[in-house]
Structures are given as structure tokens and as C-alpha cells.
């Protein structure tokens, strides 16, 4: 019997290190993420534990051992979600930059029109439509009078939770 793994070539020992460096460096790229980010990516439970552990840690060589593990720990897994995940979060993955342009001309449209609220209200029944009220009000008075975006940027924020918590995908 002719077992096919036999015939594929082994990984020369640098091309196996350069694999592990890269999901070391993987690994590294998840210890830069806050604790909200983190739960957005679907990690095992272990390397989840060991990701908080290595920010627990204060000495540099217990650091370096920690990341040693989690590269260690991410060899027994698929990398390509965790990448996925992490592009995501970056804002590359091209669904998640049409989902921010969408609701870019939706802040533009209610920036432009009050009556937009009742858009949002119809598409999302569970939106604070004073809050959004006010924030428009602020963001508008903000840019006649040549302040900093504050308001402008809460605004985004407010209808990215909103769709976040509901889940939908409107064509806004």
C-alpha cells in the first residue's frame, strides 16, 4: 500500500524556521490588539490564555519564552482565519471597507438631512434617534465654527454600534 504523504518533499529546516518566524510574527501582531479586538478574532482557548499571559509578564525573557509558545501553539492550528481576523481588524479585508464607506455616506446623508433619522430609525428600531439628533447638531456646529471633529467622529461611531449590535447589512 502507497501511502501518498510519502511522496511530498520535507521542508528544508530553514524553510521550516522561516514557517514558525511566521506565525511567531503572527502571534506577535495579536499581542498589539486591545482586549475588544482580541475577542473579535475566534481563538482557541489556550492560545487566548497565552496571549494573556504574555501581557501579564514583565521581564523581557519571560516575554520572549511566552511568544516562543505562542508561536508553538499556533503551529497545531490553521493560521489563515486568525489572518483573516487580524485584516479584518486592520480594516483590508475589502467587506469590511464597503461596510465603512456605506456607512461614511450614511453620516454624509444625515449630516446633509435630519429626515435621514427616520431611515436609521426604520433600520435600526432600537437607535437613539435623540442622541443621533444631537450629535448631528454638534457635528454641524463644530465645522461652521472650524473645530476639531469630535462630534463628526462620534457620529461614525454611533451608527457603526448600531449596525454592530444589530448585525445587518443595509445598503447604506
Keep these: 500500500m502507497h501511502n501518498p504523504d510519502e511522496t511530498l518533499p520535507a521542508l528544508s529546516k530553514t524553510r521550516q524556521k522561516e514557517a514558525m518566524q511566521e506565525l511567531q510574527d503572527l502571534g506577535s501582531e495579536l499581542l498589539e490588539l486591545g482586549r475588544d479586538q482580541l475577542k473579535r478574532i475566534d481563538l482557541p482557548e489556550d492560545l487566548h490564555a497565552a496571549i494573556l499571559d504574555w501581557r501579564r509578564f514583565t521581564k523581557h525573557e519571560a516575554k520572549r519564552r511566552q511568544l516562543q509558545y505562542i508561536g508553538k ?67 454641524l456646529k463644530e465645522k461652521e465654527a472650524d473645530k476639531p471633529p469630535k462630534n463628526f467622529r462620534a457620529l461614525f461611531q454611533a451608527l457603526r454600534d448600531l449596525e454592530t449590535q444589530s448585525g445587518t447589512n443595509d445598503e447604506y
Design 73 to 139: 501553539l499556533m503551529r497545531n492550528l490553521d493560521p489563515e482565519p486568525i489572518r483573516a481576523g487580524l485584516a479584518l481588524i486592520r480594516g483590508e479585508s475589502a467587506v469590511e471597507i464597503a461596510r465603512l464607506h456605506r456607512l461614511e455616506r450614511l453620516r454624509e446623508r444625515l449630516l446633509a438631512d435630519e429626515t435621514t433619522l427616520s431611515d436609521i430609525a426604520a433600520s435600526w428600531p432600537t437607535a437613539d434617534l435623540a442622541y443621533l439628533r444631537q450629535l448631528r447638531r454638534n457635528a
